[in-house]
């Protein structure tokens, strides 16, 4: 295990005892003083340890609110390397409306990074730099819609260290006066075996030495903590030792948790497969998503008879993880470090809704999530849940998470640990890193860049099926019963297409996952190229400049390539599929611009440019566009709207086209023009 491998299982394993974190990598927090709260001084103790434990306990149960700022170090050792971790968080938490508002700070080698993370309305929100690369946006959202209260539960520091205190043998270590509160201070020997269990740090990691300060007023509230822990992480190439030292600071009562405008325009991940939980196929980036591991546990079968190097956490696998994984390796050639876990969890929610009521884009043409619950594919001859196939991933440190359910047995299971297997490798090797550098964080870019991982991935395992299990259900078969069951035009099977499109586009490739290489290194960069399996530079988007030229009513707000694979699935809410395909197979390029009102007030209105190969593919793209606003559209007043929000179809030039969509205000205020090659929005009043 390498120094940097090691310091990533440092930062998840150590966040639970310093933020209450039970699983991601943005969840470890940073170092203060660890000892008497300024402006005190030494009261007398009138009560016994074990009173002062009841109290506390009682009081921690019925909090409803409250924030906590904690600062820690981890001190990491692991191959005669040692490194300090220092890091700070901020957390807010709701209980009874199931909300939290999260905020991360780490310092590493002098690099600060900083996330954010908030519950509200059943939707989980995400902020990170890294996002930006990926989704074209450092916010990204999740549904959570029946997950909302074990999400919670994850980031709930106080109600671990509860948990923690109902295990332990307590000593009153006197006491001090911090304002008008008498804090006594309660010294807490702690189970380090239940310390496992509270923290669910996993079977590989134990804690070794555990010391907590309880700081506790008269009412039981406890005001402050102070803890040191010793942890050891055990795989079968290295032990990695680390020392963690935090100080948690409580407050109660109202504890406002206000979602950021920024966030209101998140990418919203939750069907399209992006940052953790999707149709099948997982997450690549090491973006935690907050998807719950449930409760340690261990379960093998179709072992191999010898140790098993790759623990299963949660319930039982009908497959043998190491054998699978060395498989994989196999038909890879490769060699990197095991995995740390297989999460096996509960069956998926599939039930889609959204927790913030606004428009997009996507929305406004028809491109909308749809819900699965219920479905089934068919793998092999078994009729297959889609809830226990959807949403699998793999998190940064080594962990891979999979649903699992009674009666799934080992094919369905060997394809699911296989894919996200494969997904591990990926990360390991640094093949999401060479893909993005290939792309761009357009929409059409992380396309390209997801049907490649994604499509390598199905490639892959299916590969390693026909190796060694030539009967049993193939990985590619699961994605074409997703696009069978998606609705045409939806968001899902536009997300779905990515994996359907990526194989093919693999598969024609190369003949070998050990040649997959050459694939990562040269990515398509175009929804076009993945769709018509061109070679990497062929056809790059046509030459298309779009110039906003504002007054005082409107701003540029943001700017997009859509592709040709969105321009496909929008267009097949109006019109018949095989007409959608020829009418976009024509895409040349084209760019979005979203326009928001200057003062703030009103809804984003968006003037989307496509410029096409030919003047014949813009003459057909026109005749389908009109036909698409005809049966998809509503004319109110004599304008044509979408759901509501007016929109007009221009043809702008033999091979440019245009819609614009917002407002009836918009519709007056803004004239498209061309210009030499490139063309110019303009706001006219």
Not at 3 to 23: E, I, K, M, S
Not at 469 to 481: H, I, K, Q, S, W
Not at 590 to 597: F, I, Q
């Amino acid at each position: 295990m390498t120094l940097r491998r090691a310091l990533l299982v440092v930062a998840v394993v150590a966040a639970v005892a310093l933020a209450g974190c039970t699983g991601g990598p943005e969840m470890t927090p940073t170092p203060t003083d660890a000892s008497t709260p300024a402006g005190t001084t030494a009261p007398t103790v009138d009560a016994s340890a074990s009173e002062i434990q009841s109290t506390a306990l009682e009081s921690a149960q019925n909090v409803s609110r409250y924030e906590a700022t904690v600062d820690g170090t981890i001190a990491v050792s692991a191959n005669n390397v040692e490194q300090t971790i220092a890091l700070q968080n901020e957390l807010v938490i709701d209980r009874p409306a199931t909300e939290y508002h999260r905020s991360l700070e780490q310092t590493v080698r002098g690099q600060t990074t900083t996330v954010d993370g908030y519950l509200v309305d059943e939707t989980n929100y995400a902020r990170s730099p890294q996002h930006a690369r990926q989704y074209g946006s450092e916010w990204i959202e999740t549904d959570v819609s029946g997950n909302a209260t074990q999400l919670l539960d994850r980031y709930d520091i106080l109600a671990q260290y509860r948990k923690a205190l109902a295990n332990a043998s307590v000593a009153v270590d006197g006491a001090t006066t911090s304002g008008d509160a008498t804090l006594r201070r309660l010294q807490a020997d702690l189970n380090t075996t239940s310390l496992d269990t509270t923290f669910q740090t996993g079977n590989r990691t134990t804690f070794t030495d555990a010391s907590v300060t309880y700081w506790v007023d008269r009412e039981g509230t406890i005001h402050r903590v102070n803890a040191t822990f010793d942890q050891t992480t055990e795989t079968s190439r290295t032990t990695t030792n680390r020392t963690i030292v935090s100080t948690i600071d409580f407050a109660y009562g109202d504890a406002p948790i206000d979602l950021p405008e920024e966030a209101r325009s998140a990418v919203d991940i939750t069907d399209d497969g992006e940052s953790g939980e999707d149709p099948a196929g997982g997450s690549d980036d090491g973006s935690d998503t907050d998807s719950g591991e449930g409760s340690d546990g261990d379960g093998t079968a179709e072992s191999d008879g010898d140790d098993s190097a790759i623990t299963v956490r949660g319930g039982d696998l009908a497959v043998d993880p190491d054998r699978t994984f060395k498989r994989v390796e196999a038909v890879l050639e490769t060699n990197v470090t095991d995995p740390e876990a297989v999460v096996a969890q509960g069956p998926a929610n599939l039930t889609r809704g959204r927790g913030v009521d606004r428009r997009t884009l996507s929305d406004t043409l028809g491109l909308e999530s749809a819900s699965l619950a219920g479905t089934n594919v068919t793998l092999g001859s078994r009729d297959v849940p889609l809830s226990w196939l959807a949403e699998g991933r793999v998190d940064g440190v080594g962990n891979v998470y999979l649903h699992s359910a009674p009666g799934m047995g080992s094919g369905v299971t060997r394809l699911l640990t296989a894919h996200e297997f494969v997904h591990y490798v990926q990360l390991q090797n640094g093949r999401f890193e060479s893909v993005n550098a290939g792309t761009d964080t357009t929409t059409d870019g992380a396309y390209a860049a997801r049907a490649t991982t994604e499509g390598a991935a199905v490639f892959t395992t299916d590969a390693l099926l026909e190796r060694y299990v030539p009967e049993g259900p193939r990985n590619v078969a699961l994605y074409d019963g997703i696009a069978a069951a998606a609705p045409n035009g939806s968001l899902t099977a536009y997300g779905n297409s990515r994996y359907v499109f990526g194989t093919r586009y693999v598969d024609a490739r190369i003949d070998d996952p050990a040649a997959i290489e050459s694939v990562y290194q040269h990515p398509p960069t175009t929804s076009e190229q993945v769709l018509h399996g061109l070679a990497p530079g062929s056809e790059p988007p046509a030459p298309l400049t779009v110039t906003v030229e504002t007054g005082s009513e409107y701003v540029l707000a943001g700017s997009d390539r859509k592709g040709e694979a969105y321009l496909r699935y929008a267009l097949d809410n109006g019109v018949s599929t095989d007409r959608a395909v020829a009418a976009a197979a024509g895409w040349g390029n084209d760019t979005v611009r979203s326009l928001r009102p200057a003062d703030g007030e009103g809804t984003t209105s968006y003037v989307w440019v496509q410029r096409w190969d030919t003047p014949g593919d813009a003459t057909e793209f026109a005749t389908v566009a009109r036909d698409y606003l005809d049966s998809y559209g509503t004319v109110e007043n004599g304008t044509t709207t979408l759901d509501g929000v007016p929109a007009r179809f221009e043809t702008l030039d033999d091979r440019t086209t245009a819609l614009v969509i917002g407002s009836r205000d918009v519709q007056s205020a803004v004239t498209l023009r061309t210009d030499g090659g490139g063309v110019v929005v303009a706001e006219t009043r």
